[in-house]
Each structure stands twice: as structure tokens, then as C-alpha cells.
T-cell receptor, first 109, second 114 residues
Framework: GQNIDQPTEMTATEGAIVQINCTYQ??????LFWYQQHAGEAPTFLSY????GLEEKGRFSSFLSRSKGYSYLLLKELQMKDSASFLC??????????FGAGTTVTVRA | DTGVSQDPRHKITKRGQNVTFRCDPI?????LYWYRQTLGQGPEFLTY????????KSRLLSDRFSAERPKGSFSTLEIQRTEQGDSAMYLC????????????FGPGTRLTVT
């Protein structure tokens, strides 16, 4: 089976930085994805890591360590509109994704 | 490119009725996925297609569930004899294939079984 863990909730202040951790234990590994999901909406693709290291995309960066089964999503210069659930997902041995339960990030003024 | 679309967006049905949902993927995407999401959880995989071939079905998909993608374009998901436990958001996603694995999700169909 697949086990993907991430914190349930995080709160941060507008303009700050927040780091969302994700640990995984899966039967295989072929990439890790981060998605953002606003309440009542579909998940939106943010990033994809298949090799170790940091991938930067504007205010969002994602890091992967395959040996540790660990990833994080870094959100910089937080804005109110960033308040959402952030989902960590692993592609194990085929094409489907296995998702964590999501981390709800609340940005406060 | 208009993105993944799903219809209907909301469905309320009585227990025991059959329902069918439709998904139109991004054009040229040959892979199509169905997921189910309940409140406070991440999406759970149900099934996926490569072109018109259904390649995998989750153990979550009981005999009451069936999915088709007859011409390798749109897909339908049917639930027969609905139960209250079927109440959830049903999400469809597509991916381009050819070494590109990111999946793009539709807005979902929210099913409520009363």
C-alpha cells in the first residue's frame, strides 16, 4: 500500500513563508506532485519532482529527497489568495496518483 | 484548450437510483482518470484509461460502478443502485502521455445520495 503523510493544518501571516512537509512510503516511486485545491474547486497542478533537489517556480518551490522519502513545498511572500488545501501526491509504479489527505493553509492579515 | 470539463456539477439522487457522470478531457490527452474525494481527504483513485482501454480499476470500485471511454475521447462513470456512502466529489483528470505525467483536473461532480 501507499502511505503519504502531511500536516493537517498550518497558519501563517500575509507576506511570510510557509513550508509544508510530506513524507511517503510507497511500493515504488516515479515522481512526486504538489497540487493546490481551493474549497469546492478542483486540484490545480503546482509542481512535479522526480529527481532530488529543489525546483523553483515563482513564489512556490518544491524539494525532494528520495532517500528520505521526503518532500516539501515552500510558499514565499504569502498572499491571502494562497489560503487553500495543498495536496502531496506520489506516482508509484504506474500512472495513477496516490494522494495525502492535504494540508489546509490559512493566511492571516 | 478549454481544460477538463465535467457534467453535471451537482447531482442529488435518492438511494437506489442510477446516476451517470460525463468527463471531457483536454483534447489530445490520451490518459483519463477518475478519482473520488470526500471531505477532508485527498482524491482516491478509481480507474484510468489510455485511449479507449481501461487499464486499471481500484478495489474501491465495486460492481455497481462502471466506466467507459468508447472512442478514446470523453468518458462516463455510472453508479448503479446508489448508496449513501457513494456521496462524494467525483473528479476526472487527464494527462498528455508521452513522458508527461502531470494530471489536470476537472471541476468535479458533487454527488449527494439521500
Amino acid at each position: 500500500g501507499q502511505n503519504i503523510d502531511q500536516p493537517t493544518e498550518m497558519t501563517a501571516t500575509e507576506g511570510a513563508i510557509v513550508q509544508i512537509n510530506c513524507t511517503y512510503q510507497t511500493s515504488g516511486f516515479n515522481g512526486l506532485f504538489w497540487y493546490q485545491q481551493h474549497a469546492g474547486e478542483a486540484p490545480t497542478f503546482l509542481s512535479y519532482n522526480v529527481l532530488d533537489g529543489l525546483e523553483e517556480k515563482g513564489r512556490f518551490s518544491s524539494f525532494l529527497s528520495r532517500s528520505k522519502g521526503y518532500s516539501y513545498l515552500l510558499l514565499k511572500e504569502l498572499q491571502m489568495k494562497d489560503s487553500a488545501s495543498f495536496l502531496c501526491a506520489v506516482r508509484a509504479n504506474d500512472y495513477k496518483l496516490s494522494f495525502g489527505a492535504g494540508t489546509t493553509v490559512t493566511v492571516r492579515a | 484548450d478549454t481544460g477538463v470539463s465535467q457534467d453535471p456539477r451537482h447531482k442529488i439522487t435518492k438511494r437506489g437510483q442510477n446516476v451517470t457522470f460525463r468527463c471531457d478531457p483536454i483534447s489530445e490527452h490520451n490518459r483519463l482518470y477518475w478519482y473520488r474525494q470526500t471531505l477532508g481527504q485527498g482524491p482516491e483513485f478509481l480507474t484510468y484509461f489510455q485511449n479507449e482501454a481501461q487499464l486499471e480499476k481500484s478495489r474501491l470500485l465495486s460492481d455497481r460502478f462502471s466506466a467507459e471511454r468508447p472512442k478514446g475521447s470523453f468518458s462516463t462513470l455510472e453508479i448503479q443502485r446508489t448508496e449513501q456512502g457513494d456521496s462524494a466529489m467525483y473528479l476526472c483528470a487527464s494527462s498528455p502521455g508521452g513522458g508527461k505525467y502531470e494530471q489536470y483536473f476537472g471541476p468535479g461532480t458533487r454527488l449527494t445520495v439521500t
